[in-house]
């Protein structure tokens, strides 16, 4: 079975400072990993996605995640904030990137503070 | 570019009616989800659909849920009797063979 936690329900940071929202992540099997930005009553985006290639994982809008398989972590980073990365974000965690199911983290509220 | 679309963005329903949530997934798709989001808590899976049956549900997937594809291009989730825990946002997901998941933007559901 799959599980990821997230520490921290809200984060605010100040723009143009560093983004940092973390997720650890369970599995007894190699895990594929994902990152998902829901913004206010909208569905859910693909921010980015570990398939088990490179470690270090680039996604839109700036984002990258590094997989650490020594610390089961998938944080994810931006250099920079923006008020427009206000947004609730969504580690997940699947068995294989085809046809299973996600299994979401409790999400993280990031606050952009101007 | 494609997009998953739902239908209604909002229904309000009565404790004990039936709703019927329909989802139209990417045309070429061939995996197709149910998602829901209680609010202020995480996103959890309820079911799964493949070749024209349920590949895997979750626990909160009972005897009042059920999914279908009726044609081509249309997925609905249905519950049957409506219960006030049942509020919440159902969001359909569709992905092709070894790609990522694509959410719709989801129906609010509030039950009264």
């Known amino acids: 079975a799959q599980s990821v936690t997230q520490l921290g329900s809200h984060v605010s940071v100040s723009e143009g400072a560093l983004v940092l929202l973390r997720c650890n992540y369970s599995?007894?099997?190699?895990?594929?990993l994902f990152w998902y930005v829901q913004y206010p009553n909208q569905g859910l985006q693909l921010l980015l996605k570990y398939t088990s290639a490179a470690t270090l994982v680039k996604g839109i809008n700036g984002f990258e995640a590094e997989f650490k398989k020594s610390e089961t972590s998938f944080h994810l980073t931006k250099p920079s904030a923006h008020m427009s990365d206000a947004a609730e974000y969504f580690c997940?965690?699947?068995?294989?990137?085809?046809?299973?199911?996600?299994?979401f983290g409790t999400g993280t509220r990031l606050t952009i503070i101007p | 570019e494609p997009e998953v679309t739902q239908t209604p963005s909002h229904q309000v329903t009565q404790m004990g009616q039936e709703v019927i949530l329909r989802c139209v997934p990417i045309?070429?798709?061939?995996?197709f989800y149910w998602y829901r989001q209680i609010l202020g808590q995480k996103v959890e899976f309820l079911v799964s659909?493949?070749?024209?049956?349920?590949?895997?549900k979750s626990e909160i997937f009972d005897d009042q849920f059920s999914v279908e594809r009726p044609d081509g291009s249309n997925f609905t989730l249905k519950i049957r009797s409506t219960k006030l825990e049942d509020s919440a946002m159902y969001f359909c997901a569709s992905i092709a063979a070894s790609d990522t998941q694509y959410f719709g933007p989801g129906t609010r559901l509030t039950v009264l």
């Open positions: 659909f493949y070749n024209n049956e349920i590949s895997e």
């Open positions: 045309s070429n798709h061939l995996y």
């Open positions: 599995s007894s099997v190699p895990p594929y």
């Open positions: 997940a965690v699947s068995a294989s990137v085809g046809d299973e199911k996600l299994t």
